[in-house]
């Protein structure tokens, strides 16, 4: 059962891709949602320093500080509609009527 | 002659950063970390002023330095096929995405990559024609450096405008890249004493994190951090491109336009740049945790600016909000500018004019970019380019 109102993503301004969100998860899901991050699309990269990790995908980069969320998504211009739809499912967020 | 596994090439391109001076040097030549808004928007400012050719100063800004720095990078016993690997890797290496030189022989080059199409359409739209003139200037240059030969570059097809890679043509003849003559500027930057610091910000931790990041580029060339396109230009690329784009605004009588417009450059991607550099993961992770109020903001953002090799530079004095007083011990513009074309008589720090009224705007300002822009005021009182001890940046708000 998903808690009232998550998860939920804000836009990130400025960034390499127009469509630039952190998506905000449960907490009691992080664990599971990167491990299927990680089978889907590869392994998590440590940025000591800055106390990051991120998977460098296909169609996207996908980071978080230590811990896992918030959990940006920046979008390579690859990406399309489909890659997003999978991203979401895995995240289990539902984006209605929002654009994708 | 002989030829070099791809680690010894890699080798030759490692970053020496001296944390006295700030500078990062990369095969001899001190370079800069800017972003895709500062690049893309230099490059429009420069090819879209009227009455004079951009594209063709930039394309021979572009030829002249990275020529130079090829053949840093060269040694002696290279052979032939090691100095277009490395013509390669240095492209890719500093951010500017991925070339296939595999075909030059037959006069065409392809780009599966490019930092200038991604900077351009993440940052300033759609484009109905080819946007890699960096590119056309870069591949004149190495093929000189390597063969000795002017050639002339033409960027056929562009990612940009929908190819699925940039497609370049090389011609032989064109004009011979020749170094610009400098004379040595010998300048010992006064210590930094006396300036004002945050007790919650710790900027050397900023700085030796911003250091210790692998800021190269990766498979595609492309180097994704902070959440934007980072590459590293040769201080020379931006100070022979802006002598030279104010020299020829000044032979028709609009030097102070010139300048405007670097400036007006230098202030928007301030507000871009450091508005990525806020809202991204790395900001998140390290920097975050140590922001108590706006004026932290401001001492982290400088920090991470000393580790980009913009130079050394700090807050004199600041009233939140009102106003803002920075010096720059040994900015790259002011040196450069000294070495390349002597004294004088008046400062020349435009980039950092800029970007000195942006950080304000971005941090007390509110709205989109566009409502921000022109809400505070800066103006270069001193320049070490004219004589001065340092460079000084007074930031007012605008009334």
Known sequence: MAAPGLPYRERVHACIHPETFKYFVERGRVAAIWRALVGRYGAVRDRGAFRMMEIDGEHFWIRAVIGGNPITVIRKRSCDAAAIDELHRLLGYDQGDEGR | ?399
């Open chain 2, 1 to 399: 002659m002989h030829s070099v596994d791809p680690v010894e090439l890699r080798r030759r391109l490692a970053l020496r950063y001296n944390a006295a001076t700030f500078r990062r040097v990369i095969a001899g030549k001190d370079v800069i970390i800017h972003c895709h808004h500062y690049n893309s928007r230099i490059q429009r400012t420069v090819e879209s002023a009227a009455e004079i050719d951009g594209h063709a100063l930039l394309v021979a800004t572009a030829a002249e330095v990275f020529s130079e720095h090829l053949r840093l990078a060269l040694e002696d016993d290279d052979d032939l096929p090691t100095r277009w690997a490395m013509a390669a890797l240095l492209y890719a290496h500093l951010g500017y995405g991925r070339l296939d030189l595999d075909r030059i022989d037959e006069g065409e080059v392809t780009g599966l990559s490019s930092h200038f199409v991604e900077g351009w359409l993440s940052g300033l739209g759609s484009r109905d024609r080819p946007v890699c003139s960096f590119t056309e200037g870069y591949i004149q240059g190495v093929v000189h450096a390597i063969t000795g030969e002017p050639v002339t570059v033409r960027e056929v097809e562009c990612i940009a405008t929908g190819a699925t890679c940039c497609r370049f043509v090389v011609e032989p003849g064109g004009e011979a890249t020749r170094p610009s003559p400098r004379a040595p500027f010998p300048f010992t930057p006064r210590p930094a004493e006396g300036y004002l610091h945050s007790a919650d910000v710790d900027e050397q931790a900023i700085i030796d994190a911003v250091v210790r990041m692998p800021i190269a580029g990766g498979d595609d060339g492309l180097i994704p951090a902070f959440s934007v396109y980072l590459a590293n230009t040769p201080a020379d690329f931006y100070n022979l491109l802006s002598i030279r784009f104010i020299e020829a605004m000044a032979a028709r009588g609009r030097e102070r336009t010139a300048r405007r417009l670097l400036i007006d450059a230098g202030e928007i991607c301030a507000m871009n740049t450091f508005r990525g550099i806020m809202s991204s993961v790395e900001w998140e992770g390290l920097i975050a945790p140590m922001i108590r109020g706006d004026a932290d903001k401001l001492h982290a953002l400088i920090a991470v600016s000393n580790a980009l090799g913009w130079g050394n530079w700090h807050i004199r004095d600041h009233t939140p909000g009102l106003s803002l007083t920075l010096e720059s011990l040994n900015g790259y513009e002011a040196i450069g500018l000294r070495e390349l074309r002597g004294a004088a008589d008046a400062p020349i720090c435009c980039m950092l004019t800029g970007v000195a009224a942006g950080l304000m705007e971005l941090i007390y300002s509110e709205g989109t970019i566009e409502e921000r822009f022109g809400t505070f005021s800066s103006i270069e009182n001193t320049c070490i380019c004219s004589g001065g001890a340092a460079c000084q940046f007074a930031v007012e708000r605008v009334e």
